[in-house]
């Protein structure tokens, strides 16, 4: 059933499952606004991009999202290296509420742990695809909805870059150079966008406690995450809470002001 009503704002979010992407989730809706959630939820089967050893998310857990927020929360099952899928994502948003007013790209995957040289070509497609053409494909099928909507002014896409996409990290070659490429993205279509009143960001979240810093872990044969809290001046892991306060802000009207630019959201991130 459509809802055309503008007395709230619409966001379109990757990656929405869990981690940094759910959190998202849950700020947004706490500042009432209405969310397709978007994720692929590959879990361990074969739909996981080739190279990704770890767990995504599953289907119980976008379940479980929707569960806490019924009424604000529209779940879509869409790969982003899909981009015919991520457009009918962003098509269902419009029929349901008539509007778009932000999109969030949180979809990511991490894969390293070997010298570039060494690093499988497999490898490298797999983050390229996801991390980086998931972001551009998501830019793609939603920001021509903000400009054709009633308010294209309030409109803000943000992609989830990493500390990655400002300092090169050891053993994640491939993995930094798609994260530069986001923050790259970001900031050409920051300036495409010049004069429509949509804006770009990105924010880059240092180490945060969520599934892919224990994936990260295990890239670099640690026990387990608290060891990355060195590595930040905070001497603490940050919560994907956190970070998702920051994108929020950065999806509301307020948050133009970083349009083109890339929010360092890392703790004080010191490689």
Same mark, same amino acid.
């Given at each position: 059933?459509?809802?055309?009503?503008?007395?709230?704002?619409?966001?379109?979010?990757?990656?929405?499952?869990?981690?940094?992407?759910?959190?998202?989730?849950?700020?947004?809706?706490?500042?009432?606004?209405?969310?397709?959630?978007?994720?692929?939820?590959?879990?361990?089967?074969?739909?996981?991009?080739?190279?990704?050893?770890?767990?995504?998310?599953?289907?119980?857990?976008?379940?479980?999202?929707?569960?806490?927020?019924?009424?604000?929360?529209?779940?879509?099952?869409?790969?982003?290296?899909?981009?015919?899928?991520?457009?009918?994502?962003?098509?269902?948003?419009?029929?349901?509420?008539?509007?778009?007013?932000? +999109?969030?790209?949180?979809?990511?995957?991490?894969?390293?742990?070997?010298?570039?040289?060494?690093?499988?070509?497999?490898?490298?497609?797999?983050?390229?695809?996801?991390?980086?053409?998931?972001?551009?494909?998501?830019?793609?099928?939603?920001?021509?909805?903000?400009?054709?909507?009633?308010?294209?002014?309030?409109?803000?896409?943000?992609?989830?870059?990493?500390?990655?996409?400002?300092?090169?990290?050891?053993?994640?070659?491939?993995?930094?150079?798609?994260?530069?490429?986001?923050?790259?993205?970001?900031?050409?279509?920051?300036?495409?966008?010049?004069?429509?009143?949509?804006?770009?960001?990105?924010?880059?979240?240092?180490?945060?406690?969520?599934?892919?810093?224990?994936?990260? +872990?295990?890239?670099?044969?640690?026990?387990?995450?608290?060891?990355?809290?060195?590595?930040?001046?905070?001497?603490?892991?940050?919560?994907?809470?956190?970070?998702?306060?920051?994108?929020?802000?950065?999806?509301?009207?307020?948050?133009?002001?970083?349009?083109?630019?890339?929010?360092?959201?890392?703790?004080?991130?010191?490689?």
């Amino acid at each position: 059933m459509s809802d055309q009503s503008t007395g709230f704002r619409v966001a379109l979010v990757t990656g929405a499952a869990r981690g940094i992407g759910a959190a998202v989730v849950r700020a947004l809706c706490a500042r009432g606004y209405r969310v397709v959630a978007v994720d692929s939820c590959a879990a361990d089967g074969p739909d996981r991009p080739a190279g990704v050893t770890y767990p995504l998310a599953a289907m119980g857990d976008l379940e479980s999202l929707v569960s806490d927020h019924p009424d604000a929360v529209v779940p879509y099952i869409a790969d982003v290296r899909d981009r015919e899928a991520l457009a009918g994502a962003a098509a269902m948003a419009m029929d349901r509420f008539g509007r778009m007013d932000a +999109a969030v790209a949180a979809a990511a995957v991490m894969l390293g742990g070997l010298p570039l040289w060494e690093t499988p070509a497999a490898h490298v497609s797999t983050l390229w695809e996801t991390d980086v053409l998931g972001v551009w494909n998501t830019a793609a099928v939603c920001v021509p909805h903000m400009l054709a909507g009633p308010e294209p002014g309030g409109c803000r896409f943000v992609a989830v870059a990493s500390a990655a996409g400002s300092h090169g990290l050891f053993r994640l070659a491939a993995y930094t150079m798609a994260k530069h490429a986001v923050v790259g993205l970001v900031r050409g279509l920051a300036a495409d966008l010049v004069g429509t009143g949509v804006t770009a960001a990105a924010v880059s979240p240092g180490s945060t406690r969520t599934p892919m810093l224990t994936a990260t +872990a295990e890239v670099y044969g640690l026990d387990g995450v608290d060891d990355f809290a060195r590595s930040q001046l905070l001497r603490r892991l940050i919560d994907p809470a956190e970070i998702a306060e920051t994108i929020a802000f950065c999806c509301s009207r307020e948050g133009g002001v970083v349009n083109g630019s890339v929010v360092s959201a890392d703790g004080g991130f010191t490689p």
